[in-house]
């Protein structure tokens, strides 16, 4: 089954630098690859997402890359702020019978330092 | 803008006792979906649900799991005699339909068995 990878497991940037999340998956059957962000005691929030059509997409300070032939897709976050400190688990597709079920990475934590 | 809703927020019940977790999805939503997170540790899948069946479930949902959607507006995951290790944070999340692969999670229910 598919297996997603996710580093690194803890990441600690200053106020303004950038972040880079990445994640491998096995399973070249996966076709959505999503970003959560999870603050503490909260549900996971969809932050971006990209389908297996498509190599990049940005949505003002965030980012999210694919290599469909090298099974790893990021997350970049540019010009951090404090309230980016949170955890972000990538996830990839499994196509189910009627739907897209999730694998998780394990998460990484970002902390982004005043 | 529509949420996930769960509740309780918090549940603590005895080992062996019978749970119920209870989650509004988005009301224009047609999958819906239990994952699992024990503390410190992934987002896990637990079942998915469309058209008021199963559609796929993990090897974590066992006889002692059951879901459900009695009315046009809740969803349910039940657990029939719980274990020590059934603790973890259990989130409900929904998809609008088959084109659209985002899933929107809800804040969560914090279930602890002693």
């Known amino acids: 089954g598919e297996n997603v990878e996710q580093h690194p497991s803890t990441l600690s940037v200053q106020e303004g630098d950038s972040a880079v999340i990445k994640c491998t998956y096995s399973d070249s059957a996966s076709n959505y690859f999503p970003w959560y962000k999870q603050e503490l005691g909260k549900g996971p929030q969809l932050i971006i997402d990209i389908r297996s059509n498509v190599g990049e997409k940005k949505d003002q300070r965030i980012a999210v890359t694919l290599n469909k032939t090298a099974k790893h897709f990021s997350l970049h976050i540019t010009e951090t702020q404090p309230e980016d400190s949170a955890v972000y688990f990538c996830?990839?597709?499994?196509?189910?019978?009627?739907?897209?079920?999730?694998?998780f990475g394990p998460g990484t934590r970002l902390s982004v330092l005043p | 803008e529509p949420e996930v809703t769960q509740t309780p927020s918090h549940q603590v019940t005895q080992m062996g006792q019978e749970v119920i977790l209870r989650c509004v999805p988005i009301?224009?939503?047609?999958?819906f979906y239990w994952y699992r997170q024990i503390l410190g540790q992934k987002v896990e899948f637990l079942v998915s649900f469309y058209n008021n069946e199963i559609s796929e479930k993990s090897e974590i949902f066992d006889d002692q799991f059951s879901v459900e959607r009695p009315d046009g507006s809740n969803f349910t995951l039940k657990i029939r005699s719980t274990k020590l290790e059934d603790s973890a944070m259990y989130f409900c999340?929904?998809?609008?339909?088959?084109?659209?692969?985002?899933?929107?999670f809800g804040p969560g229910t914090r279930l602890t068995v002693t």
């Open positions: 999340a929904s998809r609008r339909s088959g084109g659209a692969y985002e899933q929107y």
């Open positions: 009301s224009n939503h047609l999958y």
């Open positions: 996830a990839a597709s499994i196509k189910g019978n009627y739907g897209q079920n999730f694998v």
